[in-house]
């Protein structure tokens, strides 16, 4: 149908007319609510998984200040050193939690050197790589549990006595 100013309509050639009983506004109104709820889900599910993973810069930020404390206090003592620990908790990670376990952060001589554990439930596993001129502190987690893996770590080295730490690095944030 085609208003021609008149007032009156007429059917244009090769049209459908109106449909009777489709209230067209409605179904607009529909899709729009529609786009809008699934923009609303994924911007959602983004801050969800970037809440998990705020978890891991936070932890990241504890082991190198524990790194830190441990080459100062060496230092003192004779020769400064970093301090490796393994990978803990040693299970892969899933979408699920890490429950609370104490023990496996305290049975590991390099994390009680640290003076590092997580008493809260948690997404990531932890390691430290240690050399005598620096480390590396790596998080790695799976926030939605599809196998990638989503890995923050931070770095530091010697530079002429001095311990110089770079940026997080992170690979696949939201995985």
């Known amino acids: 149908m085609a208003?021609?100013?008149?007032?009156?309509?007429?059917?244009?050639?090769?049209?459908?007319?109106?449909?009777?009983?489709?209230?067209?506004?409605?179904?607009?109104?529909?899709?729009?609510?529609?786009?809008?709820?699934?923009?609303a889900i994924a911007a959602f599910t983004r801050r969800v998984k970037r809440s998990k993973a705020s978890g891991a810069t936070f932890n990241l930020s504890r082991i190198y200040q524990g790194e830190v404390e441990y080459f100062n206090r060496t230092q003192r003592e004779g020769v400064g050193r970093f301090v490796s620990a393994s990978t803990t908790p040693a299970s892969a990670p899933t979408a699920r939690k890490y429950p609370v376990d104490l023990d496996v952060w305290v049975r590991e001589p390099g994390w009680r050197a640290l003076d590092f554990v997580i008493s809260t439930p948690h997404y990531f596993q932890y390691r430290v790589d240690a050399t005598a001129r620096g480390f590396t502190a790596t998080a790695i987690g799976s926030l939605d549990?599809?196998?990638?893996?989503?890995?923050?770590?931070?770095?530091?080295?010697?530079?002429?006595?001095?311990?110089?730490?770079?940026?997080?690095?992170?690979?696949?944030?939201?995985e």
């Open 3 to 39: 208003d021609d100013g008149s007032g009156s309509t007429k059917r244009l050639r090769g049209t459908i007319g109106p449909l009777p009983g489709v209230n067209w506004g409605s179904i607009g109104c529909t899709s729009i609510f529609v786009v809008m709820a699934a923009v």
């Open 145 to 174: 549990g599809d196998g990638t893996f989503s890995t923050f770590s931070r770095s530091a080295a010697l530079n002429a006595g001095e311990i110089q730490g770079d940026p997080i690095v992170i690979t696949h944030e939201l």
